[in-house]
């Protein structure tokens, strides 16, 4: 499983005092409701440990860039890449052979939790590029500190699947926790320096082939 990664940075405005009188508050024809944005910032401070610099204005700025999304996908990629984050995190936690530190743990929970329990800032605007902003956000606030287990974890799955294949099973029925991820990792490492060692060997033999006299 190859690990996913938030290339794309999100659409938020600086916050400009300077522009007060001209805030905006209606996305799509619908005023946000400033409870869920505190909810929100209030869920990335206490649970997350990340102040996040968002209220309506910054919001609807955002929203409206995201809402000029033309691309082929339905959703801007700052927005799915950060989705395939949060699945990834979601995998972690519902596999029953890995085990993470206590922390990730709790950290990737509050955002799955909070992206499955479907009542976010933008809930009810009837656009796909909306509708998952929020939960971008909080992936945001919590990827510095989740990325390396996620990581870990994608590559976990990846040597689990390859050695299930090895032994002819099902990657699902397969035991295979941290301990054995560690050790196929180390004997993976051995095996590609060793490729490598091979490989130089025969260019240098080759090189050195081609390298002889031309003239007698």
Same mark, same amino acid.
């Given at each position: 499983m190859r690990a996913p990664q938030p290339l794309h940075p999100l659409p938020l405005p600086r916050t400009d005092p300077a522009a007060q009188q001209h805030r905006r508050h209606l996305v799509a024809g619908r005023d946000l409701d400033r409870r869920r944005i505190e909810r929100l910032r209030t869920l990335a401070a206490e649970r997350i440990g990340t102040r996040i610099d968002i209220d309506e204005d910054i919001l609807a700025s955002a929203a409206r860039k995201l809402l000029g999304h033309r691309g082929p996908a339905?959703?801007?990629?700052?927005?799915?890449? +950060?989705?395939?984050?949060? *699945? *990834? /995190?979601? /995998? @972690?936690?519902? %596999?029953? !052979?890995?085990?993470?530190?206590?922390? &990730? !743990?709790? @950290?990737? +929970? #509050?955002?799955?939790?909070y992206i499955r329990a479907g009542d976010g800032v933008f809930e009810g605007v009837d656009s796909p590029a909306l509708r998952h902003f929020d939960d971008a956000i @909080? &992936? %945001?606030?919590? =990827? %510095? #500190? #989740?990325?390396?287990? &996620? &990581?870990?974890?994608?590559?976990?799955? $990846? @040597?689990r699947q390859i050695e299930a294949e090895l032994r002819g099973m099902s =990657?699902?029925?397969?035991?295979?926790? +941290?301990?054995?991820?560690? %050790?196929? $990792? !180390?004997?993976?490492?051995?095996?590609?320096r060793s490729a490598r060692r091979i490989g130089l060997g025969r260019y240098v033999a080759s090189a050195e082939w081609r390298s002889g006299p031309l003239i007698h």
């Open positions: 339905r959703l801007a990629p700052c927005i799915s890449e +950060r989705l395939r984050c949060a *699945a *990834a /995190m979601a /995998m @972690l936690l519902d %596999d029953p !052979q890995w085990r993470a530190d206590s922390r &990730v !743990q709790a @950290l990737c +929970r #509050t955002i799955v939790d @909080l &992936v %945001d606030a919590g =990827w %510095d #500190t #989740t990325a390396g287990e &996620v &990581v870990v974890y994608c590559d976990y799955r $990846r @040597l =990657w699902a029925g397969f035991h295979f926790d +941290r301990r054995d991820y560690e %050790d196929a $990792r !180390q004997a993976e490492r051995e095996l590609f």
